[in-house]
């Protein structure tokens, strides 16, 4: 979703590379917290994290943290600020349309409700799914959507459908109020600038990982046995 945020109490906007890095972060310090580590350089976290040092401590002092020489940062501390930073302090509502093998494995997902969301309603227009329990929800029918939207308050849709259905579903989502979207969807869509659309095509995602495997094999080719 794309980074929307002004300036606040004297701070500058968090940049939105910086904003995507943050969850990161925050799943590098969960995972020190479970550790018992009570501290953290910006040298160890950039580690944990894959980023430099010096990126790290910048997108830190975003959040007004800035760490403390020969110490490094308050791992609890820094947990509450990214948290905080990232709405974790808050209860999300998600409504996830489409139940086919995707959006079954994202309704059965757990890592959500640890990071502050909870899978508020399930849609589908299969009639064959309706009413049947995927992880803790029933599946609902489409025509429900609005309901289900104002019932649990959802501000958060994940759009799980084929291409040809998912830039109706997209504008009904926006109709009964919801302002942030993730789209699963292999296509493009369109939303108001009030309205934060991420969207995450695996294709692509895969054609990256062997555009870089393609350029590891040119630059280190397999040997090939002798005649």
């Known amino acids: 979703m794309p980074a929307r945020n002004a300036a606040r109490n004297g701070r500058p906007r968090i940049p939105e590379a910086t904003v995507s890095r943050l969850p990161v972060y925050l799943r590098a310090l969960l995972e020190l917290v479970g550790e018992q580590v009570p501290t953290v350089s910006s040298e160890r976290l950039a580690e944990l994290a894959g980023v430099n040092a010096a990126k790290v401590r910048k997108d830190l002092s975003y959040l007004g943290s800035y760490g403390t020489r020969g110490v490094g940062y308050d791992v609890s501390f820094l ?5 905080r930073e990232l ?14 093998n995707l959006g079954r494995a994202l309704a ?3 890592g959500f409700s640890n990071r502050g969301f909870r899978v508020a309603a399930l849609l589908d227009t299969d009639p064959a799914l309706i009413g049947e329990q995927v992880g803790d929800r ?4 489409i025509d429900e959507l609005e309901a289900a939207v104002a019932e649990e308050g ?9 291409a040809a259905s998912a830039q109706e579903v997209a504008d009904r989502l926006v109709r009964a109020g919801v302002t942030a979207i993730l ?8 939303v108001p600038d009030n309205v934060s659309l991420r969207k995450v095509d695996l294709a692509i995602e895969l054609q990256i990982l062997t555009f870089y495997q393609n350029q590891q094999n040119r630059l280190c080719p397999a040997a090939t ?3």
């Not at 789209?183 to 369109?190: E, Q, Y």
């Open 154 to 162: 959802a501000a958060v849709g994940i759009i799980a459908t084929t």
């Open 87 to 100: 709405g974790m302090t808050r209860d999300w509502p998600v409504v996830i349309v489409g139940l086919g």
């Open 183 to 190: 789209n699963f969807a292999p296509v493009v869509l369109s």
């Open 138 to 141: 029933p599946v609902r029918h």
């Open 225 to 227: 046995p002798s005649p």
């Open 79 to 83: 947990v509450d600020q990214v948290g």
């Open 108 to 110: 059965n997902y757990r």
